[in-house]
């Protein structure tokens, strides 16, 4: 049983850091897509960005340059680290995990995101408020 759990969302200001730490269990340590969605209450969910079991990762456009995703050694955590955040940067946020033989297929290609959203296990989410 794969087990996904957030945490490190907070409130902060503008121009500040935070970081997400995601507890990841129960999985084989190949092929896998791990990711990082969030939503804002009455939008559609978004890819923030992933991360295959080579460690390549991905990134949505509106935070290239301002986030990191990455995994520890033993690859039982995963995290994401948002700097230079701004208030559209406010939602919550949700670990994802693809564990099936399948998610090489998408996880480093343009359909990452895509991939994700259909075949992902979710976390519980953690609320991040970024404050101008």
């Known amino acids: 049983q794969v087990h996904l759990r957030e945490s490190g969302g907070g409130s902060v200001q503008a121009g500040g850091s935070l970081r997400l730490s995601c507890g990841t269990s129960?999985?084989?340590?190949?092929?896998?897509?791990l990711g990082w969605f969030r939503q804002i209450p009455g939008k559609e969910r978004e890819g923030v960005a992933a991360?295959?079991?080579?460690?390549?990762?991905m990134y949505a456009d509106s935070v290239k340059g301002r986030f990191t995703i990455s995994q520890d050694n033993g690859k039982d955590n995963l995290y994401l680290q948002m700097n230079r955040l701004e208030p559209d940067d406010s939602a919550t946020y949700y670990c994802?995990?693809?564990?099936?033989?399948?998610?090489?297929?998408?996880?480093?290609?343009?359909?990452?995101?895509?991939?994700?959203?259909?075949?992902?296990?979710w976390g519980q989410g953690t609320q991040v408020n970024v404050s101008s």
């Open positions: 994802v995990g693809d564990f099936s033989p399948g998610a090489y297929t998408y996880c480093n290609r343009e359909r990452w995101s895509q991939g994700l959203a259909v075949f992902a296990r």
């Open positions: 129960g999985y084989i340590y190949s092929n896998y897509c």
């Open positions: 991360i295959g079991d080579d460690g390549k990762t």
